[in-house]
């Protein structure tokens, strides 16, 4: 558990760190141009409903994952649908949320943004012959960043945290189970 932990905050420093590189290049930009000030930045969540489709790879624990995410954008806030399929061993493991999205920026190729949801996790066996699928309910919580290219179109990475509560068969107790994940992808907006 612990190194579960350590991978996770180390994972979180790293993709932050990403974040600052990558908005202090584009204010270094924007400040070397003479005519930045005159010049609208390309994206403005504050100009009506868009939609932004966002397929995704990634990672949870030591599983790949690959999954895809649909979402409302109202300035800044945004209603998401997300789902994924993360590949075990043994088993799948398929997170389907519903998630709302704080946009911390809404002018600028740049936006990060923190989220929170609830949602359902199966887990389907995949090596043995009699398993059932399990189905329990989780919450979510992480943070991110897009940053588009153009006004259509960009790159987004995430972190998340999913807790989730089953009950042993062995011994009949409840566990909480934590589950990170990092997630890089592309997102489409279409207005």
Request: no cysteine.
């Amino acid at each position: 558990m612990q190194g579960v932990l350590l991978l996770y905050l180390r994972t979180l420093i790293y993709v932050s760190l990403l974040i600052l590189t990558i908005h202090s290049s584009a204010f270094s930009q924007r400040a070397d141009s003479t005519h930045a000030m005159s010049k609208p930045s390309p994206i403005n969540l504050n100009e009506g409903v868009s939609f932004e489709i966002a397929p995704h790879t990634g990672l949870m624990g030591r599983s790949g994952t690959f999954g895809l995410r649909l979402s409302m954008n109202y300035g800044s806030f945004n209603l998401e649908l997300a789902g994924e399929q993360v590949i075990g061993n043994l088993a799948n493991l398929y997170p389907l949320s519903v998630n709302a999205i704080l946009n911390l920026s809404t002018r600028s190729r740049l936006i990060p943004y923190g989220a929170a949801g609830v949602g359902l996790l199966l887990t389907v066996p995949t090596a043995t012959i009699g398993d059932e699928t399990v189905s329990s309910l989780a919450v979510n919580f992480g943070a991110g960043a897009r940053y588009y290219f153009t006004r259509s179109f960009g790159v987004r990475v995430e972190v998340k945290q999913y807790v989730t509560n089953v009950k042993n068969s062995r011994d009949q107790k409840d566990e909480l189970l934590l589950f990170q994940g990092i997630s890089l992808g592309v997102t489409f907006m279409v207005r």
